[in-house]
């Protein structure tokens, strides 16, 4: 049987290209274009190379966040767009199965498109660096920094977050398809009803009932998606500040997180994930 998902993924890129790169392009661009006109403060030079390090590391962060909450924002719309523009009948008459379609949107939105926004900051991140400790301290003292120390010590911290980046898709999907079936067969009411009716249950049955096991789930949840590019934040701190191999650190590191997908946690949320994204699926098999 055929696998269709690559010319889908393609498709997707043709058709929200445009989005995706301003969304990875603007904010670096134009932190850079207003630096000379803004004012740093508070910014410690006592150390340039961790500094530049730390600025290069947050370039990639920010714009990674940035990329994945456009995406977030419009996946569910995604999804109820289906029968108000009758982009359904496009995707019905693709080869693929409507399974293929539905995996290929999510792929391109949830991870590819913000692992390439990810790229872009980690490339804008040495000059914003460099203009920053240049405003900051002079030009001099930006030149004067060990640059490829800094970079070389950047390479697995970036590494180890872009494969983080495949966890932190995983544990993200039970939210992506939930949404994303809400929206497709209620509408735009699907993901205010989700949210506000989740809010409501959760805090009627802890206040009311004392039953905790949702909130405590969603929080677990809330935990795991933070470790997932990073899992021990404190130990980053005390591996910068030390001799530490970060290679050897960044790879216990992802291996804590790696760990935290055995568990019965997140068998839960895959079932949640798998019953939204075959709810998503029957919509448009539909068609209607």
């Not at 005390?238 to 290679?247: E, F, G, I, P, Y």
């Amino acid at each position: 049987m055929n696998n269709h998902i690559p010319t889908l993924l393609l498709r997707e890129w043709m058709q929200h290209k445009r989005g995706w790169l301003i969304a990875a392009f603007a904010p670096p661009i134009l932190f850079l274009a207003m630096l000379p006109f803004g004012h740093v403060q508070g910014l410690p030079v006592e150390h340039p190379e961790l500094i530049g390090l730390a600025i290069l590391l947050l370039s990639t962060c920010a714009v990674y966040a940035i990329c994945l909450l456009v995406a977030l924002f419009q996946l569910p719309g995604l999804a109820r767009r289906d029968a108000q523009d009758r982009s359904i009948e496009f995707w019905l008459s693709l080869p693929g199965r409507p399974s293929e379609s539905v995996a290929s949107t999510v792929l391109a939105h949830a991870w590819l498109a913000p692992l390439g926004g990810a790229v872009v900051g980690a490339l804008f991140g040495l000059p914003i660096a460099m203009s920053v400790l240049g405003s900051k301290a002079g030009l001099g003292a930006a030149m004067s920094v060990n640059w490829g120390e800094v970079v070389s010590a950047a390479l697995p911290l970036l590494l180890r977050g872009l494969v983080g980046t495949v966890p932190l898709m995983l544990w993200l999907a039970p939210m992506i398809f939930v949404l994303m079936a809400a929206s497709a067969w209620l509408k735009r009411l699907g993901v205010p009803l989700v949210f506000v009716g989740g809010f409501v249950v959760t805090l009627v049955l802890h206040k009311v009932y004392s039953i905790d096991w949702p909130l405590q789930a969603l929080s677990d949840w809330n935990e795991r998606l933070g470790h997932s590019m990073i899992n021990d934040a404190e130990g980053l701190k005390s591996a910068l500040m030390s001799d530490v191999n970060l290679w050897t650190w960044s790879l216990q590191d992802l291996s804590h997180t790696l760990a935290d997908l055995a568990s019965l946690q997140f068998l839960g949320w895959v079932a949640v994930a798998a019953a939204g994204f075959a709810l998503v699926v029957m919509k448009r098999a539909r068609g209607a």
